[in-house]
């Protein structure tokens, strides 16, 4: 099961009028804003109040869920109570959204995210553009046949395709509240149909980074030379606002390097971003998990590089060597986190980056307080 950043509850007494409870941040990360789903065993909720700041929090009612966005000090508590009993008033929407089915454009406080069609995609409900609201930045490959997010994708011995091509996908379901936009697709990889292909995005209220799930399921035997994931491309020139790579491996050692050549890192780097000092800005890929059931491997790596930008996860390369087989009931899922975040000086420490990390890998805790 993948684990998410939410903190989650579970409510044991349905029928209390309310229940008490406290999130606890033990690893010294203040959180702003972050989002935490409560889990209600189908008890009926009305309302959240903030027991530390004496204030009613906005809520997205779930199928037997909660989701808020959460403020915890560093090292500190916020304690909350939680009434059951009939619906309040709706929260108003933080999250907006516009457009047509798979051609949105979803818009927070922190992005404006375009999912629109191109020439060259058509209605495939990839993401193409994400416009950062502070510094102001367009992030976008700047192509007219492609997108910003450009995987699952795969080849079989010539050129990749991703499921940037779907026009549309099989299947996909939409949902869309006061705090949160989330769209799920899924369907065969483009020339590759025994390769099943899912992919989530979730957009969130006051947060500044998006939620990406992708996964890969054999449904029968598959061959192929290459397959990758979590790959997103950037245009050059003008339009690229970066000049640093920089990523977190394994022991937690950061390196930062000036946009020169191709890095080529482990598969379980931690994340990877791109920076730049004239905007005091950066842009990464904050990994949680990489999974493999019964799927292999063939010279697996985390690629990127900044002339084009671009970063990518390859599970299978053979060159030009023999197709790899990827065995039915093979499996690949990732979670990971496209996290837009400020920097500071001439080569940036991307402490950032490495404190979100921390945050995913370690959620809020929850200690429950009382019912009644």
């Given at each position: 099961m993948l684990k998410g950043l939410f903190a989650v509850l579970c409510a044991l007494i349905v029928d209390a009028p309310f229940l008490d409870f406290t999130l606890i941040e033990d690893q010294g990360i203040a959180r702003a804003g972050e989002p935490v789903r409560v889990a209600c065993n189908g008890a009926s909720v009305a309302r959240l109040w903030n027991r530390t700041t004496e204030r009613e929090e906005p809520v997205?009612?779930?199928?037997?869920r909660i989701l808020f966005l959460a403020t915890v000090g560093a090292k500190s508590e916020?304690?909350?109570r939680l009434h059951y009993g009939k619906p309040g008033p709706a929260s108003a929407s933080a999250v907006r959204v516009s457009g047509e089915d798979l051609a949105w454009k979803v818009d927070t406080s922190h992005f404006t995210v375009d999912l629109s069609k191109n020439p060259g995609t058509g209605r495939s409900g990839q993401i193409n553009t994400i416009y950062v609201k502070d510094p102001g930045v367009l992030l976008t490959r700047d192509r007219p046949t492609s997108s910003l997010h450009l995987s699952p994708n795969s080849a079989v011995?010539?050129?990749w395709n991703g499921i940037n091509r779907w026009n549309?996908?099989?299947?996909h379901a939409v949902s869309h509240g006061p705090l949160s936009f989330r769209l799920e697709r899924e369907g065969p990889m483009p020339y590759v149909p025994n390769l099943r292909v899912r992919t989530v995005y979730e957009i969130f209220a006051g947060w500044p980074a998006i939620a990406v799930e992708e996964s890969i399921e054999a449904t029968a035997d598959a061959r192929v030379s290459l397959l990758r994931l979590c790959e997103w491309s950037l245009a050059t020139g003008a339009q690229n606002p970066f000049n640093h790579l920089g990523w977190e491996d394994a022991a937690g050692s950061v390196s930062v390097r000036k946009k020169e050549k191709e890095e080529t890192l482990p598969l379980d780097t931690h994340w990877m971003a791109f920076s730049g000092a004239a905007r005091r800005f950066g842009f990464a890929a904050v990994i949680e998990n990489i999974e493999t059931e019964g799927a292999p491997l063939a010279d697996p790596a985390a690629r990127f590089a900044g002339d084009p930008h671009y970063f990518y996860r390859t599970l299978i390369n053979t060159g030009k060597g023999p197709l790899a087989t990827?065995?039915?009931g093979a499996r690949y899922r990732t979670r990971y986190w496209i996290l837009a975040f400020r920097t500071e000086g001439e080569t940036p420490?991307?402490?950032?980056?490495s404190r979100f990390y921390r945050g995913v890998q370690h959620?809020?805790?929850v200690r429950i307080d009382s019912s009644s």
């Open positions: 997205q009612r779930e199928d037997g916020t304690r909350y011995g010539g050129q549309p996908p099989e299947r990827v065995p039915r420490t991307l402490e950032a980056v959620p809020l805790r």
